[in-house]
């Protein structure tokens, strides 16, 4: 698998969680990775993204100044550290590469399998 993905779970509005994507080394190195998000009834939309080589972020509006992203280069790792939490952050979050802006217009040529994160109101 090119992705492994841990960190999802429950928790209540306001908390916090830490979501991890353990990369392949070849995708990690050359490609940017970020995570995508899914609500039930609702598009994939991208949520954040960094590249490893210059560490350049990208976030969408709904989750600026509450997600942090951030990678670990030696572990290959690229993490979401998620406060402030809403019932409206609830969906199926996935890790992917590459990704950017949508004003790059990228397809995303690698999906993790997904982790659940529910925000209870």
């Known amino acids: 698998a090119q992705f492994v993905e841990s960190g999802g779970g429950l928790v209540q509005a306001g908390g916090s969680l830490r979501l991890s994507c353990a990369a392949s080394?070849?995708?990690?190195?050359?490609?940017?990775i970020g995570w995508f998000r899914q609500a039930p009834g609702k598009e994939r939309e991208g949520v954040s993204c960094i590249s490893s080589g210059d560490g350049s972020t990208y976030y969408a509006d709904s989750v600026k100044g509450r997600f942090t992203i951030s990678s670990d280069n030696a572990k290959n790792t690229v993490y979401l550290e998620m406060n402030s939490l809403k019932p409206e952050d609830t969906a199926v979050y996935y890790c992917a590469a590459p990704c950017g802006p949508p004003s790059y217009h990228l397809e995303v040529e690698f999906w993790g399998q997904g982790t659940q994160v529910t925000v209870s109101s």
């Open positions: 080394g070849g995708i990690f190195d050359d490609y940017a």
